[in-house]
């Protein structure tokens, strides 16, 4: 994987001259969306909602489009899963390679990362407090694996794969921008997103998740990953947000 990295960042290199980035902090900004991304991070912690009492699970209580793709638990499948969330959340640096020497563009990179992280994770973690919904392993004899006693009710959304996507969204919101013209860019996008879907389809075959856990998990992840870096964009790029304040709040408005 380091090879890979190394490699393939020498090739955008290579291709493209080194630039100033697309993407700048701005510290009034930064304060509203940094304030709302710790928000929204620690918002779970004060909601827990647990399941009351025995509850019977039956495979035909479940929707008919979960139902086609319900899997008793793997182990295996569902540790590639979780090994796999983590390499993904390293890809994103590949859109600093043309910048690697300009210490504000690594500043905003950290800024904008963080912010979407945390609204990922706060968000998806919000809802599975307040929402119960048992595994899909649930419904299966085999009942809760060791591992899994403090979750098993939280399956909605799928917290791996909203992270997964949101590494694919920031890359390919972030590469795409910085590199409109390199013929990287449909590789990139084609080949992040496929291993985030890969991510997707193992929480679901592990029997960790639905098909509606992962698809609404993904969906939080790519509007996130896309947002921020659009709420980042210079002034003078095709695309930019503005934020005036007023009296007692803000405006915002973003121009395409």
Not at 16 to 31: G, P, Q, R, T
Not at 51 to 63: D, W, Y
Not at 209 to 223: C, K, Q
């Amino acid at each position: 994987m380091k090879k890979f990295f190394c490699v393939f960042c020498l090739l955008i290199i290579s291709m493209n001259a080194y630039s100033e980035s697309v993407f700048i902090y701005d510290l009034k900004k930064d304060i509203i969306i940094g304030a709302l991304s710790i928000g929204v991070f620690v918002s779970p912690f004060f909601f827990n909602n647990q399941p009351i009492g025995l509850v019977v699970l039956e495979k035909s209580n479940v929707n008919a489009f979960d139902r086609a793709l319900m899997f008793s638990y793997n182990k295996t499948l569902d540790k590639i899963s979780d090994y796999g969330v983590y390499a993904l959340l390293m890809f994103p640096v590949i859109s600093l390679a043309g910048q690697y020497k300009d210490l504000n563009a690594w500043l905003t990179y950290g800024i904008m990362y963080t912010e979407a992280f945390l609204l990922t994770f706060g968000t998806k973690d919000l809802l599975k407090n307040l929402i119960i919904r048992y595994r899909p392993y649930m419904y299966y004899d085999t009942g809760i694996p060791m591992e899994k006693v403090n979750d098993w009710c939280k399956s909605f959304p799928s917290g791996s794969s909203a992270l997964a996507f949101l590494s694919a969204g920031f890359l390919s919101a972030t590469f795409s921008a910085e590199y409109p013209d390199s013929p990287w860019k449909v590789p990139v996008i084609a080949g992040i997103y496929t291993l985030a879907g890969g991510v997707a389809a193992c929480r679901i075959v592990s029997g960790s998740h639905f098909m509606t856990d992962v698809l609404t998990g993904a969906a939080i992840g790519s509007l996130y990953g896309w947002l921020i870096p659009v709420l980042h964009k210079r002034q003078n790029s095709n695309n930019n947000v503005t934020i005036n304040f007023i009296g007692n709040g803000f405006i915002a408005a973003i121009k395409y």
